[in-house]
Every structure is written in C-alpha cells, then in structure tokens.
C-alpha cells in the first residue's frame, strides 16, 4: 500500500432524518397509501402497465389519469384499483418497495413525494458527492476563519448585494474563496506554464476522495413532511414530503487522502467539524428552542437543512454582519419576509425541521466518527 495514501473508515450516525434528493418525484399516481399499515407502496410503472393490459384496463387507466386534477385529488390509485376489482394480489407483483409513512398520514388525496438517491436494485444509498460536499464546507469555514483574504472577500460580497442575480452572485463568490483557500497546487500546464489559481486543477481537495456510502436498507426510510419552526416556537407544516432515512442509521462510507496533494489527515477534519458545529450553534441555532443541543461531532448532510448549515459567510464576518448580509441575500433570493431578521438577531428565522416518531428533529443531523 502506498504510503501517501491515508485510508479511513468513516461512519454517519443519523441522529435526524436525511434526505439525499435523486431529483425525481413519485407521483400520486404511482403510489398507494395503506393508513392501516401505516406505509406506502410503490410501483414499478411499467410493471403495472404490463399488468393492467392483461386486464384490458390500460383504457380506464390511461382516462384516470387524464381526469381534472381537482377530481383527481380526491379518488387515489388505491381507490381506482378497487373500482376496477384489481386486488393486492393481482398488484403485489407491481410492486418496487414498500416504506414506512412516518408521522405524516395523509388527509386528503395524496401529495408528490421527492425520492432519495437508490441504486439500480432500488437500494438507498449517499453518494460520495454529497458528503464530501458538506464536508468540504465545513472545512472551507474552518480554514476561512483565518484567511489573511477575509478583508477582500468582505469587500467583494458586501459589493456585490444589489446584484439582481444573487444566485450568480454566491456562486462566484463561493469559487472566489475557494480558490484562495483550496486552489494552493501551482500546476502547469503542457507548455511549463503556471495554471491560473482558479482553475479546478490546483484543488487541493481532489486528493480527498470519498466513496458512495455501503447501501442502506429500504425498510430504514420514512416519509417526512417539511415543517418550518419559527423563533416562538410555532411550526407550519408544509405540503413537501422527503423520502428520508431514519434517525438511529449508521451509514458506511471509506475516505483516502493522497497526502501528496491534500495536507488534511483525521485531526484537521474534526477540528474543522467541532468548530462548523459550535458556530452554527452560536450563531444560528440557539436562538431556536431546541433541546439536546449542541451535539458532539454533529454535522448536516443533504437536503432540507437550510441556508446556515451551507454558507461560510459567518467565518468571514461578525454576527451582527453576517445576520445583515445573510438577510439581504434571502429577501432577493425568495423570502421578503428576511428583511426582519437584523432586529430579531438571527437569519435566515426559520428552522428547517421534520417529525418522527412524536419528536422534532432538523433534516440533515448526523454524529461524524472517522477510524
């Protein structure tokens, strides 16, 4: 084994639930909710096509799906099936997975579920991607934080806030810090000439290699519903529900570093997490009314856990200007309602959390260990 190889055995506890969004939803028409057992069933569409043809139903079908959306929210597949006399039997072999419903049970019709990343045996998995990504964020905070560029960066963002684009704005912004922090590697190029810093090649970071997690059971997934909390305490439930893996999963996944090219090793990267996890603490999540908090190597992967846990604005400014410059970001962004958040001390105001099991969680909560 090469010895500018360093090999770790990396582990994410899930003390929340995570969604890792495929960018495909299930339809309402390709699910089934059973409020008995408490879970859906989900199909294979063209499992069920097949079926449905041998039962001269593609017809009625194919009509059912045509109906106005208004009526359509009223009559759910389970329904159609038994108008139409097709039993569980006769719809068992149509059948992908079955998941839990977790604490959402639906009153009225069905909503569009966003599904999490599977593999080609429909098997839930992290890709490697997504959490070298949170890892790279925190470890861009933690190395920001003592950047001897933080005056030009301050003067490059607040700049650059009236900017209409502001999603343009983050993104350069972003490569803008990037570059000082990870681009450090002085390629050249086929010509012996010094590749431009920003250029991709220079990342130190491509020496961090992270795999695609070990797959995860099917039956350690459960629908969760988006709920906003609010400073006060009061949540608002929202029609967006995640497939999510559970709280209490342990999620297996190797991690190299070629030392050759990334100087990183265990002790920088928990550093980097124990300091992530005690500024978004202070920063941001004690002013919410939250028990159990703050959580030894916790982290926060995947969708759904909002814009603080994926910004280094806070390792770049003080409090009170990274609440300022945070909030003006939102308010152009989707949210005018941030413009408020200066004088309540905190931005963006809400919390991105979920139910489970009777208990309040935030998306995303994860215990980091690394052997």
């Known amino acids: 084994m090469e010895s500018f190889l360093k090999h770790y055995e990396v582990m994410l506890h899930t003390t929340g639930p995570v969604f890792v969004g495929s960018g495909k939803q299930l339809d309402k028409k390709e699910y089934i909710l059973n409020r008995q057992t408490k879970e859906i069933s989900?199909?294979?569409?063209?499992?069920?096509?097949?079926?449905?043809?041998?039962?001269?139903?593609t017809d009625k079908f194919q009509q059912y799906l045509l109906e106005n959306e208004k009526i359509l929210s009223r009559k759910m597949l389970l329904d159609w099936f038994r108008d139409n006399r097709v039993s569980e039997t006769d719809y068992e072999p149509w059948l992908r997975y079955k998941e839990d419903c977790g604490d959402f049970m639906l009153q009225k019709g069905t909503l569009a579920i966003n599904e999490c990343?599977?593999?080609?045996?429909?098997q839930p998995y992290i890709p490697g991607s997504s959490i070298k990504g949170m890892l790279r964020t925190i470890l861009l905070a933690y190395y920001a934080e003592e950047s001897r560029?933080?005056?030009?960066?301050?003067?490059?963002?607040?700049?650059g806030l009236d900017e209409k684009n502001q999603k343009r704005l983050l993104s350069s912004q972003k490569q803008m810090i990037e570059s000082d922090v990870f681009h450090l590697l002085q390629r050249k190029d086929k010509y012996g000439k010094v590749v431009k810093a920003e250029n991709a090649v220079?990342?130190?970071?491509?020496?961090?290699?992270?795999?695609?997690?070990?797959?995860i059971s099917v039956e350690n997934l459960a629908l969760c519903q988006?709920?906003?909390v609010f400073l006060d305490g009061k949540q608002n439930g929202i029609n967006i529900l995640r497939e999510c893996i559970k709280?209490?999963?342990d999620i297996r996944f190797q991690l190299t570093i070629?030392?050759?090219?990334?100087?990183?090793?265990?002790?920088?990267i928990m550093k980097a997490v124990d300091y992530f996890r005690n500024q978004?603490?202070?920063?941001?999540?004690?002013?919410?009314?939250?028990?159990?908090?703050?959580?030894?190597?916790?982290?926060w992967l995947g969708g759904g856990c909002g814009f603080a846990t994926k910004t280094v604005l806070h390792s770049i400014f003080d409090e009170k200007q990274a609440i300022k410059i945070t909030s003006k970001i939102l308010s152009k962004k989707k949210d005018p309602h941030n413009t408020k958040d200066v004088q309540q001390g905190v931005s963006p105001h809400m919390l991105k959390c979920t139910k489970y099991e009777g208990k309040l969680y935030q998306f995303g909560e994860c215990e980091l260990q690394i052997f």
């Open 117 to 122: 990343v599977k593999d080609a045996k429909d």
């Open 149 to 159: 560029n933080k005056s030009l960066w301050k003067t490059q963002i607040s700049g």
């Open 247 to 249: 709280p209490g999963i």
């Open 202 to 215: 220079n990342d130190i970071m491509s020496g961090f290699i992270v795999s695609d997690s070990e797959p």
């Open 280 to 299: 978004y603490y202070n920063r941001f999540l004690s002013k919410f009314s939250l028990p159990d908090y703050p959580k030894e190597n916790e982290v």
């Open 226 to 228: 988006k709920i906003d």
């Open 42 to 57: 989900v199909f294979h569409l063209g499992k069920m096509f097949e079926g449905l043809e041998k039962r001269h139903l």
């Open 258 to 268: 070629d030392s050759r090219i990334c100087p990183f090793a265990k002790a920088d």
